[in-house]
């Protein structure tokens, strides 16, 4: 009895073991499922991503902390630099972007794997944030850095003033690698965000060392000394016909300029320039007597005077520049040294010419009158006297200014009123515009071809409206060419309160007319009250438009015309009161 009771205790015992055992792997499966269960679409526990803590996160809880924690270090700006040269790039418009989607994925879903699910419950990693870049937003982005950091090269250059050469270096240029910088940063963002853009140095098409050699080889030579000219006298015999005279550096370098063709610097010779340089030495050597042009004086009445022309001698000009040329090019004065022929010069205006183009008749006569400023009318005799017995060649161009030179005291002018910013204002040689104004007509009337005149800023009642002309020292000057086809002689003088211009020559047409057209856009004057020491009070004058017409006549017909358009201001009335 015994040993079947404990028998039967044994089975129970086992039973409950049994029992306790299915309990326990049935705790432990449901615990296992419990944790299966949970760890279902959560990241492991450790998981870092970028280096913001996203364990134990869904994938979406996940993504919005990422967004959140990393939003503001993704738009940080990234940097470019060359050389001294930083250019901020933004990383949106530059299409580089942080994946969060692509960061999180592939970190949850459902494993029974054991190993697997200790990883989600007490594993993870540490892994960088995914990135996307738009290839072509990011190298567009560069292309616009790149214009700000590349830098074009600097060509040397050469300018020549007088002897003296000067020079401007070269400066290499820098271009940016730009698909190897595009490279750099899709590889290395945002681990990194300063990137040294890779270049390479761009020359210029003319180099600091090509500057040098043509200086050197080149342009120095053409200045180094003087070329010296040998030459002989057609009038003379033996030593006595020798002739020498040096062309100087500074005449030769008007005639040299520094050009810049394609990349490559050249040494030009102007042919004429240097053909005139060298005559010009020639004439002031004194060796060469230049050909003598006929004159023409007025004796008296009818009565003229032909100072004959003569011949001269000078320079060969054939051929003269290429000889001169290759002087230059050596620097030693023995290849520095040439010899140019001789040759005779003839008057351009012979002594036959004169004779036949002398002045037959009044052609042009004209008078205006004077003001009862005596220290005004003086300076109109002086001028007067000056203009008056010139003679006027066929075809030689007349300058007025020329002709009187500059007004001084020195030359026996006074202080006088002239027009000046719209106000009168004293100055020497005030008044002898109104002897040009009166050359003016007697030209006008004569036929011959106007070249330049300015009539005055606001009309003077004393002179016809239209046909008149100021003068001012240097630039505003009066000016006719004589192509009446004989000489002019120039008359002119003060008496009593006219001064009076008149032409004898040989009259081109029948008649020459004035046509004056009517005043039109008249503006009114205004009314000035000045207390300066200086005050010139004026009268007021309206201002206007108006239009000439010359009229050229032959047999009873108009062959010609020409218009003259003149604008005038107002001139204000300025009352003084200092």
Not at 370 to 385: C, G, P, W
């Amino acid at each position: 009895m015994t040993q079947q009771g404990d028998t039967m205790d044994d089975g129970r015992r086992r039973g409950r073991g049994i029992i306790i055992g299915l309990v326990l792997v049935l705790l432990v499966a449901g615990a296992y499922a419990a944790t299966v269960l949970w760890a279902d679409g959560k990241l492991p526990s450790d998981t870092r991503i970028g280096g913001v803590a996203v364990g134990g996160l869904s994938e979406d809880a996940a993504r919005q902390r990422l967004e959140n924690r990393l939003g503001e270090e993704e738009h940080r700006s990234v940097t470019v630099t060359a050389g001294s040269k930083k250019v901020r790039l933004d990383p949106e418009k530059a299409g580089l972007s942080y994946d969060y989607e692509a960061s999180v994925a592939g970190l949850t879903g459902f494993s029974a794997n054991p190993v697997d699910l200790v990883d989600r419950v007490v594993g993870g990693s540490e892994r960088p944030i995914r990135t996307e870049v738009d290839r072509t937003a990011l190298d567009a982005a560069i292309g616009k850095a790149a214009a700000k950091v590349d830098r074009k090269p600097v060509d040397g250059t050469v300018t020549l003033k007088g002897t003296d050469i000067r020079q401007s270096k070269a400066r290499p240029g820098r271009s940016v690698d730009q698909e190897e910088l595009a490279e750099q940063i899709e590889e290395d963002w945002p681990q990194e965000r300063t990137f040294a853009a890779p270049t390479e140095q761009v020359e210029a098409d003319i180099t600091q060392s090509e500057v040098e050699a043509f200086v050197s080889d080149e342009l120095e030579p053409l200045l180094s000394g003087p070329i010296t000219v040998h030459s002989t006298d057609p009038t003379a015999k033996g030593e006595a016909a020798e002739i020498s005279f040096r062309v100087a550096p500074k005449q030769l370098a008007d005639a040299v300029s520094v050009h810049s063709t394609k990349g490559e610097l050249q040494a030009r010779i102007n042919d004429k320039k240097l053909v005139e340089a060298v005559e010009v030495a020639a004439e002031e050597s004194g060796e060469f007597v230049p050909a003598r042009d006929a004159s023409v004086t007025w004796e008296g009445e009818d009565d003229y005077r032909v100072r004959p022309s003569a011949k001269g001698f000078g320079l060969q000009t054939k051929g003269m520049a290429g000889t001169v040329s290759e002087a230059m090019a050596h620097r030693g004065a023995k290849e520095r040294t040439v010899t140019i022929d001789s040759r005779v010069t003839t008057a351009d205006f012979t002594t036959a010419q004169a004779r036949k183009t002398l002045p037959k008749e009044e052609i042009s006569t004209f008078t205006t009158h004077l003001t009862d400023d005596a220290e005004r009318t003086e300076n109109i005799d002086t001028a007067a006297r000056r203009l008056d017995g010139t003679y006027v060649k066929p075809g030689e161009t007349f300058s007025l200014n020329a002709r009187l030179g500059e007004r001084t005291a020195a030359k026996g002018y006074n202080a006088a009123p002239v027009i000046e910013n719209g106000r009168l204002v004293d100055d020497y040689g005030g008044g002898i515009s109104q002897l040009s104004t009166t050359l003016f007509n007697a030209v006008f009337f004569s036929g011959a071809k106007i070249e330049e005149f300015h009539p005055h800023s606001w009309y003077i009642s004393r002179y016809p409206e239209g046909r008149e002309a100021t003068i001012s020292w240097p630039e505003v000057d009066q000016k006719f060419t004589n192509d009446t086809g004989a000489g002019i002689l120039i008359k002119a003088h003060v008496e009593g309160d006219d001064v009076t211009v008149t032409f004898h020559g040989r009259a081109p047409y029948d008649d020459v007319r004035a046509d004056m057209g009517e005043r039109r856009n008249i503006t009114e004057p205004e009314r000035i009250v000045d207390d300066s020491a200086d005050c010139v009070s004026q009268s007021p004058t309206p201002g206007f438009d108006i239009t000439v017409k010359r009229q050229f006549i032959n047999d009873g017909k108009v062959v010609k015309t020409s218009d003259f358009f003149t604008h005038y201001v107002p001139e204000d009335e300025v009352v003084c009161t200092g």
